[in-house]
């Protein structure tokens, strides 16, 4: 089993910067794919980046040029680092990771991001 816990959401004013973490603990010799998620009112959850156990990362469109995605495997941690913030990004976000042979998702309970102009 593997268990995801989340911190460094809160309230930033448009045009600021915040830096969400999410350690892993449990049978953490099993994880793959690390990666963050995002969700706001009344739309589906969405991928933000994820980051291969190499550190190969992917972004989506929104988040390109402006969050970063990292990982300190000797931590089991993973980073995003968010820059620009707007009112867009406004969302709970969670962190996500894959874990084991069949590569099961597990999730984080998820953090608030709240983008103020």
């Known amino acids: 089993q593997v268990q995801l816990v989340e911190a460094g959401g809160g309230l930033v004013l448009a045009g600021g910067s915040l830096r969400l973490s999410c350690t892993v603990s449990g049978s953490t010799f099993s994880i793959k794919a690390m990666g963050w998620y995002r969700q706001a009112p009344g739309k589906q959850r969405e991928l933000v980046a994820d980051?291969?156990?190499?550190?190969?990362?992917n972004y989506a469109d929104s988040a390109k040029g402006r969050f970063t995605i990292s990982r300190d495997n000797a931590k089991n941690t993973v980073y995003l680092e968010m820059n620009s913030l707007n009112p867009e990004d406004t969302a709970v976000y969670y962190c996500n990771c894959k874990a084991g042979r069949w590569s099961v998702n597990y999730w984080g309970q998820g953090t608030q991001v709240t983008v103020s102009s």
């Open positions: 980051i291969s156990q190499s550190g190969s990362t």
